[in-house]
């Protein structure tokens, strides 16, 4: 029996199949066969993948808003932490970052990191998470690849509207990039940049430069060490 494969319908009513791959301002735009099946290339479906291929067991995310990636998570255990929730969300902790890590004594598999898009909050979600990471666990990072200045604007909010925003989560990435540190980092080219860091060794990117949007432009592939979705199922 032949395989029906999926496929999705574009807005200009363009088909892509599987294994297409369509570039677009958020990165790749593709469909794939992850660990746990066909889906389309984002967030969500990496960590899916991680968790189907590794067996993992305890997921954390910071920052949940409306749950829209946190529902879609097909693991045994997972805990929220968020502040400000838009809605009712089941094992939701409504707090801080901060706060949780300061009261936090168990390790997690996976933890995604999404929440307050600015530097100084974003390196010290990465620290909390490395504390409490298991050994051959993973840190999740969205919004790593901002594509314009505008995308990486430290307000989220412009004349009373809220355009899509990255923020500055790309510096606290870069600078684990360019450390020397035990940690195995490259970042997935789909849905704004998704930032993988695992304990392990990668080459870090050598540099003296200012964090600023034109230094991320001209050593985007090497600085964010960035690999296709393809190659992060091979990879991981």
């Given amino acids: 029996m032949i395989e029906k494969l999926p496929y999705l319908k574009l807005s200009n009513g363009e088909l892509l199949k599987t294994g297409e791959v369509k570039n677009t301002i958020m990165g790749e735009l593709t469909i794939q066969k992850f660990n746990h099946g066909y889906d389309l290339a984002s967030r969500t479906s990496l960590i899916n993948h991680l968790i189907s291929k590794y067996n993992f067991k305890n997921y954390l995310e910071i920052g949940v808003r409306d749950g829209r990636n946190f529902e879609k998570i097909l693991i045994k255990n997972k805990v929220g932490v968020d502040p400000n929730p838009t809605k009712d969300i089941i094992n939701l902790q409504k707090i801080s970052s901060d706060d949780f890590f300061k009261i936090n004594k168990d390790f997690f598999d996976i933890i995604f990191i999404d929440g307050l898009h600015l530097e100084s909050q974003v390196d010290r979600d990465i620290e909390g998470s490395l504390k409490f990471l298991s050994d051959k666990g993973f840190i999740i990072m969205h919004d790593c690849n901002p594509p ?49 860091i695992k304990h392990g060794k990668s080459k870090p990117f050598k540099s003296t430069q200012s964090l600023d949007f034109k230094f991320l432009d001209n050593n985007r592939v090497e600085l964010l060490n960035l690999i296709s979705v393809e190659n992060f199922i091979k990879k991981y």
Avoid at 180 to 196: K, R
């Fill in 148 to 196: 314009t200045e505008f995308h990486q604007r430290d307000n989220y909010e412009v004349n009373g509207k809220f355009p899509t925003w990255n923020g500055t989560v790309w510096k606290s990435f870069a600078k684990l990039r360019m450390a020397e540190l035990n940690l195995e980092i490259s970042c997935v080219n789909c849905d704004w940049g998704v930032g993988i």
